[in-house]
């Protein structure tokens, strides 16, 4: 079949990467793509947030199969559009896709189904959102409601803190996105994610992980998109992930679908974990960036069937295949970021790597220049490794970046170290 997959980032290079492992894949595109994709598939490049456009890509070039990576997509609702035209797409329609859209959407969903999560409140006017949080105190967690890249959730240690990011955020600092804001208690305790997959009714496990989303070892400085992941992540048992699973997800795929939205696609749980006992932090409406680099090395070529399954309704007749493997990916990112970064520094030494199923260098931001790789983004590139231990695949990345030749790229030396 002919797939096209939306997207250019790491997380668009590890479903490229674990699709053509799949024999059912004959054709692959992916737009637009980046410079490590374009070694492995071919790259399209037409706007992938309108509709329109990627259902006229998708007729043209006789694609059966769309897969969408990022939100904006979803959000645009180009999954809609894509079904409507009668071609199969995994990734949920706008209205499921809000679980990740709207904050305030998704505690309402958690109150309507029974779900734990963080006590909340939402205001517009920005006075009596302060006098909410002069009542509760500090700590306490101030979001804008809608999609902010990340950058929309302060965790205020101080009332100073919150009362600023209250101001931020309804005074237009994320535009539309904050024209609401979302109050919520402070969770203590340890964050992993919990993926699975949902046509709508079944749902699927397919995988735990943990991010870092700190630049510094040991956690510290500015967050980031995410500095590296492993999978699986310890703290999210089968005990803990089958509470996960009873009290928070199959209420809220239940519920999705009671008001004739049913989520079909990969649910992202954001899970807070204290004492085992599993509060939904967040949702998300797509695969982690970078937790789906480790996800696909473990999932391989299976990922394809999955993600067919997921999209046709035949969820209830998969299983995974699980191999009792572990997974890292660590993050090199251009020094300077998350502030700002300077583009095109030179990247050597990847044609000397080896890439197999247990070694693999996802590229997140580059762009091919004459003969030569260049850092074209924040993130850039994500090194993968499996192994029988966590210990092992640490090993093997960390060996690969050893032999990446780029003076201007940054990355931690301690990924996994809360599990190793
Ligand atoms: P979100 O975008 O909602 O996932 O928030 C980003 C990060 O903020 C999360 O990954 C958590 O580390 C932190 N966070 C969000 N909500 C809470 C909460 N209620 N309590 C503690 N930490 C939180
Ligand atoms: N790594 C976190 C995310 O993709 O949202």
């Known amino acids: 079949m002919n797939i096209l997959i939306l997207g250019g980032g790491g997380r668009e290079h590890a479903l490229a990467w674990a699709v053509l492992q799949n024999p059912k894949c004959d054709r692959l595109i992916v737009a637009p793509g980046n410079a490590g994709i374009d070694m492995i598939a071919e790259c399209a490049d037409f706007d992938i947030e309108d509709g329109e456009a990627v259902v006229g890509f998708a007729v043209e070039e006789s694609v059966d199969f769309v897969i969408i990576g990022p939100e904006a997509p979803l959000a645009a609702g180009v999954s809609d559009a894509l079904a ?5 797409v995994f990734g949920p329609s706008a209205a499921a896709a809000r679980l990740e859209a709207s904050k305030a959407f998704t505690k309402e969903i958690c109150d309507a189904c029974g779900a734990p999560t963080a006590a909340w409140a939402r205001f517009t006017d920005a006075d009596a959102a302060r006098a909410y949080v002069e009542a509760q105190g500090a700590p306490i967690v101030i979001k804008a409601d809608g999609l902010a890249a990340g950058k929309g959730v302060v965790v205020a240690e101080t009332l100073e803190q919150a009362l600023a990011a209250i101001d931020d955020i ?3 600092a994320f535009g539309a996105a904050g024209a609401e804001v979302v109050i919520e208690e402070f969770m203590a305790g340890e964050e992993a994610s919990f993926f699975v997959l949902s046509d709508g009714e079944t749902v699927l496990p397919i995988g735990t992980a943990q991010d870092h989303k700190r630049i510094g070892d040991g956690d510290t400085g500015p967050n980031t998109g995410g500095m590296g992941a492993y999978s699986p992540a310890p703290i999210l048992s089968d005990e803990v992930a089958e509470r996960a699973l009873a ?4 209420p809220t795929i239940a519920e999705m ?3 004739g939205t049913p989520y079909r696609g990969v649910l992202y749980a954001g899970l807070m974990i204290e004492n085992g006992e ?3 932090v967040e949702y998300n409406a797509r695969f982690g960036d970078p937790e789906c680099q480790v996800l696909m090395m473990r999932l391989g070529g299976q990922a394809l069937d999955l993600m067919l399954a997921c999209a046709e309704g035949r969820l209830a007749e998969m299983a995974v295949n699980w191999a009792d493997d572990h997974a890292m990916t660590v993050v090199m990112a251009a020094k300077g970021y998350p502030g700002s970064y300077a583009k095109g520094s030179v990247i050597g030494g990847l044609d000397r790597l080896r890439e197999d199923s247990h070694h693999m260098v996802f590229h997140a931001g580059t762009k091919a220049v004459g003969g030569t790789i260049r850092a074209n983004g924040g993130r850039v590139l994500n090194v993968t490794a499996r192994g029988a231990t966590l210990a092992e695949a640490h090993a093997r990345a960390y060996g690969m970046i050893d032999r990446i ?6 990355y931690r030396r301690d990924i996994g170290w809360r599990a190793l």
Do not use: H, K, S
């Not at 009290?247 to 199959?250: F, H, L, S």
């Open 405 to 410: 030749d780029w003076p201007e790229g940054v």
């Open 170 to 172: 309804l005074g237009g």
């Open 257 to 259: 679908a009671r008001r």
């Open 278 to 280: 599993p509060r939904l």
């Open 84 to 88: 409507a035209a009668g071609i199969l």
């Open 247 to 250: 009290q928070i997800v199959r």
